[in-house]
T-cell receptor, first 111, second 114 residues
Framework: KNEVEQSPQNLTAQEGEFITINCSYS?????LHWLQQHPGGGIVSLFM???GKKKHGRLIATINIQEKHSSLHITASHPRDSAVYIC?????????????FGKGTHLIIQP | KAGVTQTPRYLIKTRGQQVTLSCSPI?????VSWYQQTPGQGLQFLFE???????NKGNFPGRFSGRQFSNSRSEMNVSTLELGDSALYLC?????????????FGQGTRLTVV
């Protein structure tokens, strides 16, 4: 069974700071997803990665397959970035299993 | 294009009752997965449907079931509701499955069992 560990669990930072959220998993995966969840419940997909690095605006996601580790970075953080960030992995090998989720990182950006 | 639509958004049921939740995926998406989110357990996978067939199932009791129709819309049913079934139920659609294609989530149905 794949275990997904996220750190930190909670993070409070000042506006403008560079934010890093980490995700580690235990077995081979086919893809890793970074998700954002705001109060009220809706989840938005930020990135899906299987290798390398992706960038979208102020968000950057990287993955190291050999080390089974991914990071989500937020540059020039803003209070509207306050949300729960969730790492989720899809298994490799046949079939299409559901995602396995980390417990999330609760991020608060203070003005 | 329209996103993933879940209905209803909120639901209150009594223990022992049953409930049916609906999910309409993004047009063209054939995979629909269901997840349960609770404060204690976080997000957990319930099951996935692809082209009307259940492809995989998480570790939930048989009271939780689902189906997918030919237009890819999906329903999940929970019978004999228990207090512990109170949760946010999310569905997500993708083109081929979450293992290797992007997942798009609905807003969820918040179920309260009293």
């Amino acid at each position: 069974k794949n275990e997904v560990e996220q750190s930190p669990q909670n993070l409070t930072a000042q506006e403008g700071e560079f934010i890093t959220i980490n995700c580690s998993y235990s077995v081979g995966i086919s893809a890793l997803h970074w998700l954002q969840q705001h109060p009220g419940g809706g989840i938005v997909s930020l990135f899906m990665l299987s290798s390398g690095k992706k960038k979208h605006g102020r968000l950057i996601a990287t993955i190291n397959i050999q080390e089974k580790h991914s990071s989500l970075h937020i540059t020039a953080s803003h209070p509207r970035d306050s949300a729960v960030y969730i790492c989720a992995v899809g298994y490799s090998g046949g079939g299409a299993d559901g995602l396995t989720f980390g417990k999330g990182t609760h991020l608060i950006i203070q003005p | 294009k329209a996103g993933v639509t879940q209905t209803p958004r909120y639901l209150i049921k009594t223990r022992g009752q049953q409930v049916t939740l609906s999910c309409s995926p993004i047009s063209g998406h054939r995979s629909v997965s269901w997840y349960q989110q609770t404060p204690g357990q976080g997000l957990q996978f319930l099951f996935e449907y692809f082209s009307e067939t259940q492809r995989n199932k998480g570790n939930f009791p048989g009271r939780f079931s689902g189906r997918q129709f030919s237009n890819s819309r999906s329903e999940m049913n929970v019978s004999t509701l228990e207090l512990g079934d109170s949760a946010l139920y999310l569905c997500a659609s993708s083109l081929l499955g979450h293992s290797n294609t992007e997942a798009f989530f609905g807003q969820g149905t918040r179920l309260t069992v009293v």
